[in-house]
C-alpha cells in the first residue's frame, strides 16, 4: 500500500473531511477572493477584491476571504495582515475569512489560510494515491533538464507527462526503494487526458472557449511537503462550496487542470470568470501593469498622492464596469454599491490604469463632496502624511480653511495640491517680486501702476472698517464699480493686487483670495507690498 508508506500519519478518508465542511443552502451564491501574500500592496489586488464584492454584494451573494500561501519561498512576512487592512481602508468587508481582530477567523469553513490546512490537503492527496491517480516522483532538477532538452531537440512539448514520466511507470519496489534511499520526491498528478484532445470551457467573462486538455502530470505536492496552490485552492474551493471563482486572466490556462482535477475528484467545478489584467500604455505600447517598473501598481502610491478612497473607487470601478461613467454622472451623490456591476460585461481585454483619468475621476467626487466632510477627511490626510502642514493648518481658525476648501474644491484633483495652491495663505512673511508685479501683457508697464491698483484697492478695503465680505459676488460687486468708476480694465487692476495677496504667479484670482483672507488680512498684505515698493 504505496500511499500508507508516503503518508503514514494520515488516518482520515476524504469523507471524514468533508462531513465535517456542512453543505451550503443550495441556492447561496458563494465567491471568495484568494490573494497570495508573495507581494503586497498591488492595485489588482484591490479591483479584483471590489470586482468580487460589488458582483457579490449586489447580489447578496457570500463572499469570503482566503488566504493562499503555499508558496512559501516567495511569502513576504506580514502581506496577508496588510491585505486586511488595506481591504478596510477600502470598505471591503467579507462574510469569512481572517478579517476579525488580530486577523482571526470568521465563519463555518476555517482555517481560511492554506498554511494551516496541510492535513486535508493530504487527506484528498493521500486519496489519489490509493486510487492511481497520483504517484511519487523521484526525478531530480538535473533529469527534468534533461527531459527538457530532449524535448526541445525533438520539437514535442516539454514537462513530464507519460512517456517521460519514468516515476509513472515505476514499479512498487522501485518506489520503496528509492524511498529507503531517502530520496527526495514531489508527488504528481496522473494525467488521463490527451495531448491532442481539446475541450470546451465555459467562462461567465470570456463566454466558451475551446482550449487543450491537460496532459501534464503537474506537481500537487511539493518536496517539502506543502501541496501546490493548483491543488490546495481546489480542495478549499470544494470545502467551502464555492460556487464562482472570479480571478483574473493569468489562470485561465490552468483551467483545464482544474477541470480535469475537479473530474478526478468527481465533484462539480463552481462556474469561473477570468476578467482581464491591468494593463497601461506607454512608449512600449500596451502591456500589463508591473509591479517593479510602475509605481501606480503600489496602492501606497495612490495614498502618497493624497487621492480620496472614493475617487479610487470610482476609477476603478469605471474600470470594472465601462457604463458605470454615465451613471456616475446622474447620481453624483450614490454610493458605488448602487450600481448594477454586471460580471458579464467586465473588461476582458485589459483594464486600463490611466491616471489622466483618475485625475478626472478624482476632481468630480472632490467637486460634488460637501466642503465640511472634505476638510474632515483633508485634515485627517494632513495628519498622516504631512504633519508639518497639518499643525500649520491647523493654527488657522476652521472657518478660514473651510472658506479655502470650499474655493479651492473646483480647482484642484487631489489632496497633495491643496497644499500647493494654498501655502501662502499660511505665510504672512513673504512678498513679491518685483518682477511678478509688472507684467506688460497685463498692461502693467512699471511698478508706479501696480502701485495705483494696489492703492485703489485699499482705499476700497480701508472704507469697509473691517466688515468682512460674505461671498465672492459681494467682493467682485464692489471691486468691478470701483473699476469701471476709474475707467478701468478687471484684469489691469486685479494683477497687482492678486499679486500682493497671495505673491504668486498662479493663484485662484484676486476677489477669491479677498474673501478667504478677509479685509483686514488682504489689508495687511497690501500694505506690506506698498512699503517695500
Ligand atoms: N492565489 C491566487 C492569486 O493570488 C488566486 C487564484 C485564484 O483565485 O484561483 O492570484
Known amino acids: 500500500m504505496l500511499e500508507n508508506l508516503l503518508f503514514p500519519e494520515i488516518n482520515e478518508t476524504p469523507d471524514d473531511i468533508i462531513s465535517k465542511y456542512p453543505r451550503r443552502n443550495s441556492d447561496l451564491v458563494v465567491t471568495r477572493m484568494a490573494p497570495s501574500p508573495t507581494w503586497f500592496l498591488h492595485i489588482g489586488a484591490v479591483y479584483s477584491t471590489l470586482l468580487d464584492t460589488v458582483v457579490a454584494k449586489k447580489n447578496n451573494w457570500i463572499v469570503f476571504l482566503r488566504i493562499e500561501d503555499t508558496d512559501q519561498k516567495r511569502e513576504i512576512e506580514w ?12 470598505w471591503l468587508n467579507f462574510d469569512e475569512g481572517p478579517v476579525w481582530e488580530n486577523y ?15 492535513y486535508i490537503y493530504k487527506v484528498f492527496i493521500k486519496d489519489l494515491v490509493a486510487r492511481g491517480l497520483a504517484y511519487p516522483c523521484f526525478l531530480t532538477e538535473e533529469e527534468i533538464s534533461e527531459t527538457r532538452a530532449i524535448q526541445e531537440a525533438s520539437k514535442v512539448p516539454t514537462g513530464i507527462y507519460k512517456e517521460y514520466s519514468p516515476w509513472r511507470y515505476a514499479s512498487s519496489d522501485d518506489v520503496k526503494k528509492a524511498l529507503s534511499e531517502n530520496k527526495e ?16 470551457v465555459k467562462d461567465i467573462v470570456k463566454w466558451i472557449v475551446s482550449t487543450q486538455e491537460n496532459f501534464l502530470d503537474i506537481v500537487i505536492c511539493k518536496k517539502t511537503g506543502i501541496p501546490t496552490y493548483h491543488f490546495a485552492h481546489l480542495i478549499d474551493d470544494y470545502l467551502m462550496w464555492t460556487t464562482h471563482v472570479i480571478r483574473s486572466d493569468e489562470w485561465f490556462a490552468s483551467l483545464p487542470l482544474h477541470l480535469e482535477l475537479f473530474n478526478m475528484m468527481w465533484w462539480k467545478a463552481p462556474q469561473y470568470a477570468h476578467y482581464g489584467p491591468l494593463v497601461k500604455i506607454d512608449w512600449e505600447g500596451k502591456r500589463k501593469l508591473s509591479k517593479r517598473k510602475d509605481l501606480e ?14 475617487a479610487i473607487i470610482d476609477f476603478l470601478s469605471n474600470m470594472i464596469n465601462a457604463w458605470f461613467e454615465d451613471w456616475r454622472k446622474q447620481n453624483p451623490n450614490e454610493s458605488y454599491l448602487d450600481y448594477d456591476f454586471k460580471l458579464e460585461k467586465v473588461n476582458t481585454a485589459g483594464a486600463l490604469v490611466d491616471i489622466d483619468k ?12 460637501s466642503s465640511e466632510i472634505l476638510y474632515e477627511k483633508l485634515i485627517k490626510y494632513l495628519e498622516k502624511y504631512d504633519l508639518e502642514f497639518f499643525k500649520i493648518v491647523k493654527s488657522f481658525p476652521d472657518i478660514y480653511n473651510l472658506k479655502i476648501v470650499s474655493e479651492l474644491k473646483t480647482k484642484i484633483r487631489k489632496f497633495s495640491e491643496y497644499k500647493e495652491n ?29 502701485k495705483k491698483w494696489l492703492i485703489l484697492a485699499l ?12 461671498s465672492v ?26 499679486c500682493a495677496l497671495s505673491w504668486e504667479e498662479f493663484s485662484p484670482w484676486a476677489l477669491e483670495l479677498i474673501y478667504i483672507l478677509w479685509v483686514e488680512k488682504s489689508i495687511f498684505r497690501l500694505k506690506n507690498v506698498l512699503n517695500f515698493l
Not at 499660511?426 to 512678498?431: H, M, P, T, V
Open 297 to 310: 501598481a503600489d496602492v501606497e502610491f495612490y495614498f502618497r498622492e493624497w487621492y480620496m478612497v472614493e
Open 473 to 498: 459676488e459681494e467682493v467682485k460687486n464692489s471691486f468691478v464699480l470701483a473699476i469701471n468708476k476709474a475707467q478701468m480694465k478687471n484684469g489691469q487692476v486685479l494683477w497687482p493686487v492678486r
Open 185 to 200: 520526491f514531489v508527488i504528481r498528478l496522473k494525467s488521463t487526458w490527451e495531448l491532442t484532445k481539446k475541450i470546451d
Open 358 to 369: 483618475l485625475n478626472w475621476v478624482s476632481s468630480n467626487t472632490i467637486k460634488n463632496t
Open 79 to 90: 502581506a496577508a495582515e496588510k491585505f486586511v487592512d488595506i481591504f478596510k481602508v477600502f
Open 104 to 118: 482571526k477567523d470568521v465563519g463555518n469553513y476555517w482555517p481560511y489560510t492554506q498554511s494551516k490546512r496541510e
Open 422 to 450: 494654498t501655502f501662502f495663505l499660511y505665510d504672512e512673511s513673504k512678498i513679491p517680486s518685483r518682477e511678478l508685479l509688472v507684467n506688460q501683457k497685463m498692461k502693467i508697464d512699471d511698478l508706479e501702476t501696480a
Open 459 to 470: 482705499d476700497l478695503l480701508e472704507k469697509r472698517n473691517k466688515t468682512d465680505f460674505i
